[in-house]
């Protein structure tokens, strides 16, 4: 089955831990993206990469770190110096093709709680 | 930017026909508009997308007027499963991401 899994699907952290989120694809595809949601909220864009070994600061990237070493890895490591890090942390993907029909694909996400 | 602008909360009753509308009014001209569905604890994914006119699949249609500011989510006999939070999507100009608002949160009521 082609799709995006993210591990794990609970974390919980203790203040002032690093700890990082896992996403993987196998759609092939060129973009990859995380998001956090919090509580009745919307998305907001942490971090995406258009291409391995690239990758752009989204709306609040502040206390976060990724890397693209392959194609199909994005991981996600949020830091110590993310003030508030609890919150649900999606990761999505989509097709280099054309901007206008964007379509991305949603992991299922994992929920960070700090201790 | 081509921010979008939905209702917060619809409530329905089962059985009856839903409308959600979005207003888009900076879209570009090759943009199309896309609509996601997001359950609690889940990734939001892909409804229906279009660029103008009606589109129609098997989860629901969408309306876009030819001026194309603005677009129409329609989802027949709505069911309790269908309460989700309904989300109204286009590209932002200059930039590969789309931009998710807070969405509209659909309470389907028996």
């Known amino acids: 089955d082609g799709g995006i899994t993210q591990s794990p699907k609970y974390l919980f952290r203790k203040e002032g831990q690093n700890v990082t989120l896992s996403c993987e694809q196998n759609?092939?595809?060129?973009?990859m993206y995380w998001y956090r949601q919090d509580p009745g909220q919307g998305l907001r864009l942490i971090y995406y990469?258009?291409?391995?070994?690239?990758?752009q600061k989204g709306d609040i990237a502040e206390g976060y770190s990724v890397s693209r070493e392959k194609k199909e890895s994005f991981p996600l490591t949020v830091t110590s110096a993310q003030k508030n890090p609890t919150a649900f942390y999606l990761c999505?993907?989509?097709?280099?093709?054309?901007?206008?029909?964007?379509?991305?694909?949603f992991g299922p996400g994992t929920r960070l709680t700090v201790l | 930017l081509a921010k979008t602008t939905q209702p917060i909360s619809m409530d329905s009753y089962e059985g009856q026909e839903v409308n959600i509308t979005c207003s888009h009014n900076?879209?570009?001209?090759?943009?199309?508009i896309t609509w996601y569905q997001q359950f609690p604890s889940q990734g939001p994914r892909f409804i229906i997308q279009?660029?103008?006119t009606k589109v129609t699949n098997e989860v629901a249609s969408l309306f876009i007027p030819a001026d194309r500011k603005s677009s129409t989510l329609s989802l027949p006999r709505v069911s309790l499963s269908d309460t989700a939070v309904y989300y109204c999507?286009?590209?932002?100009?200059?930039?590969?991401?789309?931009?998710f608002g807070t969405g509209t949160r659909l309470t389907v009521i028996p």
């Open positions: 759609l092939n595809h060129d973009a």
């Open positions: 990469s258009q291409i391995v070994n690239d990758f």
């Open positions: 999507l286009s590209p932002l100009t200059g930039a590969n991401n789309l931009f």
């Open positions: 900076n879209i570009a001209t090759n943009d199309y």
């Open positions: 279009g660029y103008k």
């Open positions: 999505a993907s989509r097709d280099r093709g054309s901007r206008s029909t964007d379509t991305q694909y």
